[in-house]
């Protein structure tokens, strides 16, 4: 499909323990976003990405999560330490042209992975 | 973001009839709007925008309307389908910035 995948679906990991969630952006799609969605929420934005750079990462609530995009297309966002707060739907989303331009462009999201820590 | 907690605000409105969903929008700065709808283990789909130079904006079955003076989204589904049930988000955003924000989802219900 040509759509954001994203990977795994779902995922439960114990208190303590890593976890790795990958976004396959639109390809060609230069700006990349991830968000955090918790239970009858509206997502949160964590960080941006232009291509490699990682322009914002604002959103990231503690220095657990960690994002990268090293090549300029596949994201990685990695959580350490999980706690049962990190809980949420993490969902990644592209859009075609960077921030900045003169006019804003469509975010496409993908399915989201769902994390459950117990 | 703004939350809504575990309870989202509901709307039923019987099959073939006309929904309105309505959104306040927190930033006089945005000057893009976007609808979303979020079905049940997906993540958002993109349904329409809209650009702050304009005030109405039509696609298929669907009309944004965006009054900028009180800062008020509203999204009408035409003839609402039971394939439009789903969570619906309002979002704002701008070209300085790059974080859509999210407004209060509203689940639309479709009676039969």
């Known amino acids: 499909g040509a759509g954001v995948s994203q990977s795994p679906r779902y995922k439960v990991a114990k208190r303590g323990q890593d976890v790795a969630l990958r976004c396959d952006p639109i390809s060609g799609h230069v700006s990349l976003f991830w968000y955090q969605q918790a239970l009858g929420q509206g997502p949160e934005f964590l960080t941006y990405f232009q291509n490699e750079a990682q322009l914002d990462k604002s959103g990231l609530p503690s220095d657990r999560f960690f994002a990268e995009r090293p090549e300029g297309s596949v994201s990685t966002l990695k959580i350490q330490r999980t706690q049962q707060e990190d809980s949420a739907v993490y969902l990644c989303a592209s859009s075609f042209t960077p921030i900045g331009q003169e006019s804003t462009d469509t975010q496409y999201f993908g399915p989201g992975t769902r994390l459950t820590v117990l | 973001g703004e939350s809504v907690g575990l309870h989202l605000p509901t709307l039923s409105v019987q099959e073939g009839d006309n929904s309105i969903i309505n959104c306040a929008y927190s930033n006089s700065a945005s000057d893009y709007f976007i609808w979303y709808k979020q079905e049940s283990g997906k993540g958002p789909q993109f349904i329409i925008d809209i650009r702050s130079n304009m005030d109405k904006r039509q696609g298929q079955r669907v009309t944004v309307l965006l009054n900028k003076t009180v800062k008020h989204l509203s999204l009408q589904i035409a003839a609402t389908q039971p394939g439009d049930s789903a969570v619906y988000f309002c979002?704002?955003?701008?070209?300085?910035?790059?974080?859509?924000?999210f407004g209060k989802g509203t689940r639309l219900h479709i009676l039969p």
């Open positions: 979002a704002e955003n701008n070209y300085r910035d790059d974080k859509i924000i």
